[in-house]
């Protein structure tokens, strides 16, 4: 069995040792829901459901503020990198290596640990560990709880326990892709003359693209960063054909004061006058910080001000969908995780712990 009461840091790498590719977190879901039914606190009064693989835990205690813990079960495939192992070095001090140490087992771990240890809480604490979240959106476990089971999903702010090196990092950017397209005229490469050549059309595509200048939108003290990128291009008939057919996938990262409906409309002014076609294939929002929202303030000030914009887009888009400021915060560098080398210091494992322990007992 888990033991919750354990280091938080040991407890990293028991959960590490459970093998949980999407949509296989039975046995983890199976061990974390036994674990809080045995060994969360009665003077908390956690009331446990589970729902599919996911296992979500609150408290009734009629505190005057309610905080969120959430963090997906789920690791990307295996790749010969477990059990976890721990190491020390002069160059990278104490170190857990293995799949899911950054992301993101270190913050379930300190989420579980917390569950159990807290016995009297400054705010009711909702937990919430789910499935699928790193496969596509439309399997995501958090997607399944807001459908099935929305009033779980309240609160006066929600913390996910993503990797951000020990920082608070708010919001998320948002995320569309389009495809850009080109047409022309087919014919034989010795005859070129006779074809109208796509893939050379998309050259412009290209100069617009290399050509592009990002914002940066500071909001609440976070600088948002935006990106226009290529990400792949496709053409091409045979190696002795002029090509009909040519087209290239963008994704634009955008900042959250953006609503994806304004992102699409700069993007297609972005390669306005051009002779393509523009497509979007999917979309995301982004979510602004909220951080001055109270207890997204006090959870600043816990963490000394230790604050930055989240780039990429994470779950906290869902809470903030819903009105609730939402922040990632979690041991672990982002740039480590799905590696085969993931590893995470302990320190910040340790870190972590204590710097929501104080915000959650204060």
């Not at 840091?9 to 046995?27: F, G």
């Not at 905080?67 to 104490?94: Q, W």
């Not at 609503?259 to 979007?280: I, N």
């Amino acid at each position: 069995m888990l033991d919750l009461h354990s280091d938080p840091i040991s407890l990293t790498a028991a959960l590490v040792d459970i093998p949980s590719e999407s949509r296989h977190e039975a046995r983890i879901a199976d061990e974390v829901e036994v674990a809080l039914r045995e060994q969360t606190p009665r003077s908390a009064g956690f009331e446990i459901i589970r729902d599919g693989n996911a296992v979500l835990a609150r408290t009734q205690l009629g505190r005057p503020t309610r905080v969120l813990l959430a963090g997906h079960l789920d690791t990307v495939p295996v790749a010969g990198n477990l059990p976890s192992r721990r190491t020390t070095t002069d160059d990278e001090g104490d170190v857990l290596h293995g799949c899911g140490t950054v992301d993101m087992k270190g913050g379930v771990a300190v989420f579980l640990h917390l569950a159990a240890t807290i016995t009297a809480p400054a705010h009711d604490l909702t937990c919430v560990f789910y499935d699928c979240e790193e496969i596509e959106a439309a399997a995501n476990g958090l997607g399944r709880i807001e459908r099935n089971l929305p009033d779980w999903l309240t609160g006066d702010v929600a913390i996910l326990g993503e990797p951000t090196g020990g920082y608070i990092e708010a919001g998320c950017q948002g995320t569309l892709r389009v495809v850009v397209s080109a047409t022309g005229t087919r014919a034989h490469s010795a005859r070129s003359w006779l074809g109208d050549n796509a893939i050379h059309k998309l050259g412009a595509v290209l100069d617009r693209l290399a050509a592009y200048q990002p914002r940066s939108v500071d909001i609440d003290g976070c600088v948002y960063r935006e990106g226009l990128s290529a990400v792949r291009i496709d053409g091409g008939v045979a190696g002795n054909v002029i090509p009909d057919a040519a087209a290239v996938t963008v994704n634009f990262r955008f900042a959250p004061d953006r609503t994806p409906e304004q992102a699409l409309t700069h993007v297609r002014e972005v390669f306005d006058g051009l002779d393509v076609g523009v497509e979007q294939t999917d979309s995301a929002a982004g979510a602004l910080p909220g951080l001055t929202a109270p207890a997204a303030a006090a959870l600043v000030a816990a963490a000394g001000g230790r604050v930055r914009a989240k780039y990429g887009w994470t779950d906290v888009s869902r809470f903030a969908a819903r009105g609730i400021p939402a922040v990632n915060y979690g041991p672990g560098d982002p740039n480590l995780a799905h590696r085969v080398d993931e590893r995470v210091p302990v320190d910040q494992i340790s870190t972590v712990a204590a710097m929501l322990r104080g915000y959650l007992s204060a």
